[in-house]
């Protein structure tokens, strides 16, 4: 298979023009000794059919969420995507654009990125959101470099309800930083307790729903975390949640960050995903990214543009608020396509359907004596102490059910505790293969 | 195109090579942005001030100006301590080109010290400062 | 005028809010099955916790979300419309096929945390990306984590920070950038926590040894240097470039961004470089969807392996896993394993072209480079004397009399059905339109690029104010970006709150 068009004839008269002998004279300021001796060492060029056929084969090596049950969440959510999400998004006039800096000819994509930026404030209740960021890890590590900038203050408390890679990732952005992390312990309730501040707090970081699935309170630790001078942060993985909250902006949250990948983007063993950020709106010359801005045109017509790209890095350099550059657009499209589609009740109905079959099959559970790890409520998703879980586990067919995820993955004290997620994808007859799973 | 441009230079202020103007009036030392500069900027978005109460350092940047294109640091002609910051400036940032040394006007301190004008450049040396840079 | 009429449906589209009518919804959500009770959030979380609405939210129809994105879709211009020759961003065609396989059941419905023994095909393919890369870079190991070019540049610079640190020299923070660098390095480089050093190319646009010599020193952690550089030239000292660097203890970082003019023509592993990144999404046609996803693997040397972020696929014996332990990582940049979805597209268009193909890609791209940079010279100022790689820079400088300018240039190819070049960068060059044609772009379309730059040069002599008021064909006119900023309006609010 080749994508290249020219005919000989036509390469031939291109190097006329060009006054060139060969292609290879065109590579004469490439120095000699660094030139390549032959072609690239890679397997031969394949046909679409054979590659069609070869690409399918290894996807039929995974055991995918469409074949074997699967209660794994943890900040990767199997949710339904309505077939026009996909539709939509894969128009090429989206697909093969580039970033919007020429606005007269990409106001498809500022508008879609507008009504984006639109619906993420509408859900965290907050003024302003960008246009994307990479995924939650890293917009959750982009909103503490926030913090640290805005506040101009040097140390920063963090969950221990916060996804560990998400703090992997945050540790990583930050490690060539003068700052300092510190740790907020759980209660037996699954909520962070916030108690004394030091004075040079930047930032409380809270994830709401935490990773063990538990409803954060958030009216307490906004007052404690605001009497102490910082700005309150707060990190959501399954956003669905938000349908029901209270949005982050109406008990204090100063930004609301988070992983958008629920609102119709697939699994896709992690990535693309798209992150999101929403803050308040004295916050804006600090937020990372890009934000589209709607103006108008010469004759007065509504227009959307990329807009404050001071802040960035093309322009700003080494004193930019973020090296990003390229960022989530395409997902972003498919989160503002799939909100719209399910709209202001389907989402409202699809998170109460989430939260229903999750306290469902967690009173199944406990009637064969596996108890949740924390009292506090939950969403779709619980930590859940399973007795002798080693044991009941290896009862299991390798693939026939990925019963959730084991928690001393991360920390070994964490022995014989799972967190299972149930969203609407996971059947009555999956969850009754679940509790026989877990039965000893 | 830029070199046959007029460009207003006041007499009765006092100018940096990063294109500050400083004048000397009741409330103290007040200080703005050039003819020159606020053009090269084209259109200014938006203006970074400093706090009230803070010390500004001569030579040193004490905020920022946005134009939507660039980004430019606001050094300071001299130092002394922040008494008054243009605030209308963030409904208004379009003053800094309309009317440079007037209502454009960024930021108004108490000097350390009133000598340190006489080190600043004067209207004549600062038109051929400006003109060197257009020619080039 | 002859060329493209308006491009593009002339309905008024409003936002997806003020369509939004009480009631209606465009899904229909999979019922809960009967044994299973409709609970009410407020009786487990607390009436506290739960909202009671969400203001302002859509309420559409399918066929009103279906009508309005269709609608909206075609005020935008994507390379599979016209010729799209951004500088700098290899604007290639992106195959279909590679849509069609990333879209497979397979690897779109895979759990990230899914047990390695349900993921073999995905780490297969990922080992088999990572192996390609190898092979293409001439460096030993490859990353494929970071999301998007620079963070592949974070990542990098992260890499060079940790060896140095392992090896004495935690005070190096000094890199070096040339002053033709894209904008990312510098601020990469920052995130990092390092020092910036720019460095002035020399005359001919590339950079001197002698002139990287005059700032190397004690303090000195890496150059990042762009090969060929953001002006299309190859850095023909390279080699000595990095000498100079290695000497001073320091390694070399290349942003891969221009690797569309090196694939099978040269390695970077052979020109002293110790890690780079690629970008997916510019040399392997993976799209670019109006602003990503991107992808920006990292390849090093074997010195800077210890270091990369972790998971690492291992392959042992003819099964795969994801290794966690690796006690010098730098740790994860990304929440699972990167943007996965853009490695598949990348490997099928790997296996698609193959080594020679991947290495006609290049002959091409760097052949309709000069044939476009041949048939503008007498119109356009030009920043290069002879011969380019992949890309041309252009500038205003025969139109300025004519009070026409960079801008205006780029807006008017809008009205001939092109994208406008990148413009106003490299920031070294005054009003340069920089040319990206890549090697996907037939005769006929150069040729149609050519005649339209040439056109609008001679317009801007004989009607100025034509160009300077461009675009006058597409759905929106220029817009105004100085009321975007001064008053920000960056979400859509009901008019009573307005």
């Known amino acids: 298979m080749s994508y290249t068009p020219h005919t000989p004839e036509e390469i031939a008269h291109m190097l006329r023009t060009v006054q060139a002998e060969s292609v290879d004279d065109l590579f004469a300021s490439i120095p000699l000794p660094l030139r390549s001796v032959g072609a690239l060492k890679l397997p031969p060029p394949e ?26 969440g943890a900040g990767a959510y199997h949710h339904f995507i309505p077939s026009a999400v996909s539709a939509l998004a894969s128009r090429g006039e989206f697909l093969t654009a580039y970033t919007p800096y020429q606005a007269e000819v990409s106001q498809g994509t500022l508008q879609a990125i507008f009504e984006f930026q639109t619906v993420i404030c509408q859900l965290t209740g907050l003024d302003i959101a960008n246009a994307s960021l990479y995924d939650g890890a890293s917009a959750t590590a982009e909103a503490v470099l926030l913090a640290l900038r805005a506040t101009r203050k040097r140390r920063v408390y963090v969950s221990q309800g916060l996804h560990p890679h998400y703090l992997e990732v945050l540790r990583t952005y930050t490690a060539q930083l003068d700052i300092e992390l510190e740790s907020l312990p759980l209660g037996s309730d699954g909520r962070t307790l916030v108690t004394d501040l030091r004075e040079d707090t930047a930032a409380v970081l809270i994830q709401q729903p935490n990773f063990f699935g538990c409803i954060e309170e958030l009216n307490t630790v906004s007052e404690t975390t605001h009497a102490a001078g910082a700005l309150l942060l707060t990190s959501t993985s399954e956003p669905l949640a938000l349908a029901l909250l209270k949005p982050p902006g109406a008990v204090g949250v100063d930004v609301a960050c988070g992983e958008a990948q629920s609102f119709g983007v697939p699994l896709g063993f992690g990535g693309p995903y798209v992150g999101f950020m929403a803050a308040r709106s004295k916050l804006v010359r600090q937020l990372p990214g890009r934000l589209v801005g709607e103006t108008v045109d010469k004759d007065g017509r509504r227009a959307f543009v990329m807009t404050l790209t001071t802040r960035e890095q093309h322009i700003r350099r080494e004193r930019a608020t973020s090296n990003i550059c390229t960022n989530q657009g395409l997902c972003a499209l498919r989160v503002v396509i799939y909100l719209a589609l399910l709209g202001k009740h ?38 859940l102490r399973v007795p002798e879980l080693e044991q009941r586990l290896s009862k299991l067919a390798p693939n026939e059910l990925h019963p959730g995820l084991r928690l001393d993955t991360y920390d070994a004290a964490r022995r014989d505790q799972l967190l299972v997620c149930t969203t609407e994808m996971n059947s009555r007859a999956d969850v009754a293969k679940l509790v026989e799973a877990l039965r000893l | ?15 940096t090579q990063s294109d500050e103007w400083v004048r000397i009036d009741n409330d103290g030392a007040r200080i703005g942005l050039t003819d020159y ?30 134009s939507v294109k660039a980004v430019s640091d606001l050094i300071a002609p001299i130092s002394g301590e922040v008494i008054a910051v243009h605030q209308a400036l963030d409904e208004h940032p379009e003053w800094v080109n309309e009317d440079p040394y007037g209502r454009g006007w960024i930021v108004c301190i108490e000097p350390e010290d009133a000598e340190a004008l006489d080190s600043l450049m004067s209207t004549e040396a600062y038109r051929k400062h400006v003109e060197e840079r257009a020619a080039s | 005028m002859s060329g493209p009429g308006r491009s593009g449906l002339l309905f008024d589209e409003s936002t997806l809010f003020e369509r939004s009518r009480p009631g209606r919804t465009g899904v229909q959500v999979e019922p809960l099955p009967a044994s299973v009770p409709l609970i009410d959030p407020q009786a487990i979380w607390g009436a506290e916790h739960v909202r009671d609405d969400i203001e302002g939210f859509p309420e559409l129809s399918e066929f009103d979300v279906v009508r309005h994105f269709t609608r909206i879709s075609q005020w935008n211009l994507g390379i599979d419309s016209a010729a799209y020759p951004l500088g700098s ?37 990922g080992h088999a990306l990572e192996q390609a890369l190898i092979e293409i870079s001439g460096l030993d190991r490859v990353t494929l984590q970071p999301a998007a070019g620079a963070q592949g540049e974070f990542v990098g610079m992260q890499l060079v920070q940790a060896y140095h640190r392992a090896h004495g020299g935690a005070s190096r923070n000094e890199v070096i950038i040339p002053d033709t660098a894209h904008g990312t ?20 646009g590339t950079l001197t040894p002698e002139a990287l010599a005059a700032v190397v020193g004690p303090r000195t952690s890496a150059l990042m240097l762009t090969n060929p550089n953001t002006l299309g030239i190859f850095e023909h000292h390279v080699q000595d470039l990095a000498n100079v660097i290695h000497e001073a203890g320091g390694l070399v970082y290349l942003d891969g961004a221009n690797m569309n003019a090196l694939l099978g023509v040269a390695k970077p592993g052979d020109m002293g470089v110790d890690v780079m990144h690629f970008n997916l999404h510019k040399t ?20 800077l392996a210890p270091y990369l972020p972790t998971p690492i696929i291992r392959k042992e014996g003819d099964r795969y896993r994801l290794d966690h332990e690796f006690p010098h990582s730098i740790g994860r940049v990304h929440a699972f394993y990167g943007n996965v979805g853009m490695w598949i597209r990348a490997l099928a268009y790997i296996r698609s072209l193959g080594g020679t193909g991947l290495g006609e890609v290049t002959q091409m791209a760097v052949l309709n480079a000069n044939y476009l940079l041949e048939r503008l010279r007498e119109h356009y100022g030009t920043a290069q004397t002879g011969r380019v790689m992949h890309e041309c820079v252009l500038t205003d400088k025969l139109q300025q009399e004519h009070h026409v300018s960079t801008a205006d240039i780029g807006k008017r190819l809008m009205d001939h059905g092109f994208h406008p070049p990148t413009i106003y960068f490299p920031l070294v060059i005054a009003g340069a339109l920089m040319i990206e044609p890549t090697e996907t772009e037939s005769l006929d379309s150069l040729d149609g690029l050519a005649d339209s730059l040439i056109a609008i040069a001679q317009e801007a002599k004989t009607d100025p104010e034509h160009v300077r008021a461009a675009p006058h064909r597409t759905f929106v006119r220029r817009v105004d970006e100085v009321r975007a900023a001064r008053k920000p309006k960056l979400r859509w609010t009901p008019p009573e709150r307005e």
């Open chain 1, 47 to 72: 046909s679409e059919q054979s590659l069609l056929r070869s690409f399918a084969q290894l996807a039929g090596q995974n055991e995918s969420a469409d074949r074997v049950p699967s209660f794994l």
């Open chain 1, 346 to 383: 389907g989402l409202r109905h699809l998170a109460r359907v989430n939260l229903s079959l999750a306290e469902f099959t967690k009173q199944q559970l406990r009637e064969i004596g596996c108890e949740p790890v924390y009292t506090g409520p939950t969403f779709n998703e619980f930590a």
């Open chain 2, 1 to 15: 195109m830029a070199a046959k441009k007029d460009y207003e230079i006041p007499e009765d202020c006092r100018y």
């Open chain 2, 37 to 66: 500069a606020q053009s090269e900027l084209s259109d200014v978005v938006f203006v970074e001030l400093p706090e009230v109460g803070s010390q500004i350092e001569a030579g040193e940047p004490f905020g920022v100006v946005e």
């Open chain 3, 89 to 125: 961003c290899t604007m290639k065609y992106n195959p279909k096929l590679n849509e069609v396989v990333a879209a497979l059941a397979g690897f779109q419905s895979l759990h990230p945390l899914a047990p390695d023994e349900a993921t073999q095909g995905i780490l297969a393919l």
């Open chain 3, 185 to 204: 390095n510098p601020a990469s480089a920052a995130l990092s926590g390092m020092q910036v050093v720019e460095v002035k190319s020399g005359p001919d």
């Open chain 3, 284 to 303: 392997f046609s993976t799209p670019h969807g109006g602003g990503g996803p991107g992808s920006g693997p990292v390849a090093v040397r074997n010195l």
